[in-house]
Antibody, heavy 120, light 108 residues
Framework: QVQLQESGPGLVKPSQTLSLTCTVSGGSISSGGYYWSWIRQHPGKGLEWIGYIYYSGSTYYNPSLKSRVTISVDTSKNQFSLKLSSVTAADTAVYYC????????????WGQGTMVTVSS | SYVLTQPPSVSVAPGQTARITCGGNNIGSKSVHWYQQKPGQAPVLVVYDDSDRPSGIPERFSGSNSGNTATLTISRVEAGDEADYYCQVWDSSSDHPMFGGGTKLTVL
């Protein structure tokens, strides 16, 4: 079955760019029918959708983060990536990648999540 | 943007029925999805499109949606159901997914 796995640095300095990658196994991003999303969860808080990408490269971002977010896809590696620029301590969170069905809008598969701390 | 309101906590004794609500303006017109998140783990989809269950989710989990309230119902609650539960919809006004604030289910 399809599995997602996040990877990337667990510590990022303020003002730098947070970069994470999600590797998809057991299925192909290129098969279509799904949006590939990034979602984060601040410590002890709820879930915040960051944005998604379709295999074609079409993207959509949360308006509150849009100016700092870039999501890209590498279909040859079956991966999609998140870049969040100019980070501050407020970006400290667990970052999840997730698959969203383009018909239902539900996030049916999630990665295990990766904790990213912004600190000098 | 669209606001989803969940009670911060719900408590229920084992074997009883837990009902977790998700309030939103005319939420009955939207598809609501529910997630279970246990400590230190990623969320798991337990109900989608108001009342459908993904494969592997027990029949004890059910959902309904009407008017301004969607409800996740967990029948015959077990200790293993203790978790945070989040509702989610697609907000057509801002054109992105929205999550409720989450409800902590405590099994007494």
């Amino acid at each position: 079955q399809v599995q997602l796995q996040e990877s990337g640095p667990g510590l990022v300095k303020p003002s730098q760019t947070l970069s994470l990658t999600c590797t998809v196994s057991g299925g192909s991003i290129s098969s279509g029918g799904y949006y590939w999303s990034w979602i984060r969860q601040h410590p002890g808080k709820g879930l915040e959708w960051i944005g998604y990408i379709y295999y074609s490269g079409s993207t959509y971002y949360n308006p509150s983060l849009k100016s700092r977010v870039t999501i890209s896809v590498d279909t040859s590696k079956n991966q999609f990536s998140l870049k969040l620029s100019s980070v501050t301590a407020a970006d400290t969170a667990v970052y999840y990648c997730a698959r969203e069905g383009d018909s239902s809008g539900a996030f049916d598969i999630w990665g295990q999540g990766t904790m990213v701390t912004v600190s000098s | 943007s669209y606001v989803l309101t969940q009670p911060p906590s719900v408590s229920v004794a084992p074997g009883q029925t837990a009902r977790i609500t998700c309030g939103g303006n005319n939420i009955g017109s939207k598809s609501v999805h529910w997630y279970q998140q246990k400590p230190g783990q990623a969320p798991v989809l337990v109900v989608y499109d108001d009342s459908d269950r993904p494969s592997g989710i027990p029949e004890r989990f059910s959902g309904s949606n009407s008017g301004n309230t969607a409800t996740l119902t967990i029948s015959r609650v077990e200790a293993g159901d203790e978790a945070d539960y989040y509702c989610q919809v697609w907000d057509s006004s801002s054109d992105h997914p929205m999550f409720g604030g989450g409800t902590k289910l405590t099994v007494l």
